[in-house]
């Protein structure tokens, strides 16, 4: 029965549609929030970088490592930086974002 009444203010609209309405743009943030977790970010930008990093450090020419006192500086850098990437990744995989959790109110119906 309370589903029928209109939703005061907005004619047409029973109590029910404005319930749908809300968990519709509650899936909507739960989805965005994912999309822009910072662990996908800063993963996918490690990966990225560690990948040109590491190019630089294979095609290093011995001069290149002459000047790095005879350490491959890019070689290692790159190498740690597709690791932690990798981990951020792996991390956002295994421990995905939670749902958040619907609001509980108590009702407002009066009992009986």
């Known amino acids: 029965m309370s589903d029928h009444h209109e939703y005061p203010g907005h004619p ?43 190019i630089a450090g294979i095609t290093a020419s011995d001069a290149e490592i002459a000047k790095a006192q005879g350490v491959n500086i890019n070689l290692w850098t790159g190498i740690g930086m597709l690791l932690l990437g990798l981990f951020f990744l792996a991390w956002l995989k295994l421990r995905p974002t939670p749902p958040p959790l619907p609001d509980t109110e108590p009702d407002d119906k009066p009992a009986g």
Do not use: M
């Open 12 to 54: 047409g609209y029973s109590e029910r549609d404005v319930q749908l309405e809300v968990t519709e743009l509650e899936h909507q943030s739960t989805t965005a929030a994912r999309i822009f977790d910072l662990r996908r970010i800063i993963g996918g930008l490690f990966v990225v970088y560690g990948i040109i990093v590491t």
